[in-house]
Structure formats: C-alpha cells, structure tokens
C-alpha cells in the first residue's frame, strides 16, 4: 500500500468516527520488499504467537521509558492484536519463503515438516519513536535428523511519533516482517 493509500486509510478512519467519540481502529500493510529466503523444508506450521497481556489487548500501547506502559485515548488495533500478529507473521513467512506456510490450526490433510512458536516478552512502541519486538522463538521438526532450535530476537523499527497511531502501526508491520526474516534465515535455513 502506498504512502497515498496510508493517508487516505487513515482519513477514513478518522472520518469513520463520527460524533459519538468512538474509538478509531489502525491498521497498516505497508509492503515491505525484501528478497526470497531458501529453505529447505516445503511446508511450515506457525502456533498462535504468544504476546504480553498489554499487547494483546485491543487498545495500542505506548511505553514511556521509563516501565510505564499505557494505551492511547480512543485508539484500538483494527483486528484482534494476537490473530492479527499471528496472520502478518504466517503470510509474511510464506511470502519469503515461497513454501506453504499456516497458522494452525494446520488446514492441510499432510502434516506439516516443520512447527515454528514464537513467544513474544516485549512488543510495544516507545514513546521516543521505536517499535520493539523481544522475545524467543522455536523451531520442531517431523523430521528426527533436522536439529531443533530456540533462538532469541530482538527486533526495533524506528517510527516518527508526530506520526501518531499510524505510524507505530506501520513500525509494527516492520517489525513482524524483520522477525519472520529473521526465523527464515536463523531458524528455518
């Protein structure tokens, strides 16, 4: 989607409003271009991934710096954060590797080679401008030769905080790209 297509998104959600002071819901799919990544396995289960009470909470939370985190006034992810999280992370995975990658449950009638969990510690932006991502990962294998791993990461995408809202879920969607590289090439090459 386009930076146009952002602010016009963005526009209708404010439009969306009204005058009841309801909520406005964000969401970004920001494309991000990156090259393919080979593995060596053809298809991939992903667990619903595992976020903080804070981040799987509807309302967008902002830490201060200082431990103190808080969610904005009337201001709520488009999609349930976990399902979504999860989803971006399956979809993202499938588009760098090019094999067939779900979240479960499996929806295939073979099993899948590999089951990928990921269990997030830390997924908040900063009220400095940086989106971080921290947690460990873990990669199981049907095949008993393949040696199984736990791996940490820790993932931060700089946003601009006068961009509000829109531009932390834009950072998020960075940030959920930066980690399924980062299983593609650390935990499932």
Same mark, same amino acid.
Not at 1 to 15: D, E, S
Not at 126 to 141: D, I, K, M, S, W
Not at 146 to 172: M, N, Q, V, Y
């Given at each position: 989607?386009?930076? +146009?297509?952002?602010?016009?998104?963005?526009?209708?959600?404010?439009?969306?409003?009204?005058?009841?002071?309801?909520? =406005?819901?964000?969401? /970004?799919? $920001?494309?991000?271009?990156?090259?393919?990544?080979? #593995?060596?396995?053809?298809? =991939?289960?992903?667990?619903?991934?595992?976020?903080?009470?804070?981040?799987?909470?509807?309302? #967008?939370?902002?830490?201060?710096? /200082?431990?103190?985190? !808080?969610?904005?006034?009337?201001?709520?992810?488009?999609?349930?954060?976990?399902?979504?999280?999860?989803?971006?992370? !399956?979809?993202?995975?499938?588009?760098? !590797?090019?094999?067939?990658?779900?979240?479960?449950?499996?929806?295939?009638?073979?099993?899948?080679?590999?089951?990928?969990?990921?269990?997030?510690?830390?997924?908040?932006? $900063?009220?400095?401008?940086?989106?971080?991502?921290?947690?460990?990962?873990?990669?199981?294998?049907?095949?008993?030769?393949?040696? $199984? +791993?736990?791996?940490?990461?820790? #993932?931060?995408?700089?946003?601009?905080?006068?961009?509000?809202?829109?531009?932390?879920?834009?950072?998020? !969607?960075?940030?959920?790209?930066?980690?399924?590289?980062? #299983?593609?090439?650390?935990?499932?090459?």
């Amino acid at each position: 989607m386009t930076l +146009k297509c952002l602010a016009v998104t963005a526009a209708l959600a404010l439009a969306g409003c009204g005058d009841d002071g309801g909520p =406005v819901r964000y969401s /970004a799919s $920001e494309p991000v271009q990156t090259s393919r990544v080979s #593995i060596p396995m053809a298809s =991939v289960s992903l667990r619903e991934v595992s976020l903080p009470a804070y981040a799987s909470e509807e309302g #967008i939370a902002v830490s201060n710096g /200082a431990g103190a985190i !808080t969610t904005g006034p009337n201001s709520i992810w488009a999609d349930d954060p976990t399902r979504a999280v999860t989803l971006r992370l !399956t979809n993202a995975l499938a588009d760098l !590797t090019g094999r067939l990658v779900a979240s479960e449950p499996w929806p295939f009638r073979d099993e899948p080679e590999t089951m990928v969990e990921v269990r997030v510690e830390e997924f908040v932006a $900063e009220a400095g401008g940086q989106f971080v991502a921290q947690g460990r990962y873990y990669v199981a294998h049907n095949d008993e030769a393949r040696t $199984e +791993k736990a791996l940490s990461f820790r #993932i931060t995408e700089p946003f601009d905080p006068a961009g509000g809202f829109i531009a932390i879920a834009a950072a998020r !969607t960075r940030v959920i790209s930066a980690l399924a590289r980062d #299983i593609a090439v650390r935990g499932l090459s």
